[in-house]
């Protein structure tokens, strides 16, 4: 199965940090209707360099996992969640990681 784990960092540019209340609204709008099979959702503390002003950037996250069978759907439905995200938080990015796995249940 395929698994793609996207990271999602809460804090909003020119202040404010996305509230529990507003993650949990895009989980159930923008997410989980797309993979209504299941996913994970961990909560992290991600860092970044600010490309602009070489500083470190610390940030409290959310990753999401979801394994799934490849198609065209599926990669539709991963980047139209980053793009909502990037679009309802003004987020410059959305990390995306991609990998195969073996997978039982």
């Not at 860092?47 to 394994?67: F, I």
Request: net charge negative; charged share 25%.
């Amino acid at each position: 199965m395929a698994k793609t784990e996207l990271y999602f960092g809460l804090a909003i540019p020119g202040g404010g940090k996305v509230t529990p209340a507003q993650w949990s609204d895009f989980l159930n709008t923008e997410v989980t209707p797309r993979f209504p099979d299941g996913l994970t959702v961990d909560e992290t503390a991600g860092q970044w360099r600010d490309q602009a002003t070489g500083k470190t950037v610390r940030e409290p996250s959310r990753v999401v996992m979801v394994l799934y069978t490849r198609s065209d759907q599926a990669e539709a439905s991963i980047e139209a969640i980053r793009t909502a995200y990037k679009t309802r938080f003004r987020q410059d990015s959305v990390m995306r990681l991609d990998e195969m796995d073996c997978v039982g249940f």
